[in-house]
């Protein structure tokens, strides 16, 4: 038969485990919502600065299309430039998944007369 000793080893194993668990399932939140966007910005128009910090870029959405339109790694709408250029916003309604890695921000230039929205998540 069990001592009080051998239930509480048990009692003492299974919260272990459980703790274990718990940890495991946080870091795969964590993995999982840099993948599906934790953030979004919606309906832009104009040069936006999203973000200043380092991320990635999960999904542009084209509302409304028009040629031309860019999106930045860059920390301000006056540091974008093509040398910094990560994605060019297609000429058609529909969403793309994008997933590219930001290192300095995120600035969204759309083409006049466009509608954009991401989706976007911040690194820790």
Do not use: C, H
Not at 3 to 32: H, R
Not at 54 to 68: F, H, K
């Amino acid at each position: 038969m069990a001592g009080v000793d051998d239930l509480v080893t048990v009692q003492k194993n299974g919260v272990t485990a459980v703790n274990s668990l718990v940890q495991e399932l946080i870091n795969f939140k964590t993995a999982y919502s840099n993948f599906v966007g934790s953030s979004s910005s919606t309906g832009i128009t104009g040069d936006t600065a999203i973000v200043a910090s380092s991320g990635r870029l999960v999904t542009v959405s084209v509302i409304t299309a028009a040629a031309g339109g860019k999106i930045y790694d860059s920390a301000t709408v006056s540091g974008a430039s093509d040398d910094n250029a990560i994605y060019t916003i297609p000429n058609s309604t529909g969403a793309v998944a994008v997933n590219f890695p930001f290192t300095n921000g995120l600035v969204v230039k759309p083409a006049s007369s466009s509608v954009v929205s991401i989706s976007y998540s911040e690194d820790a």
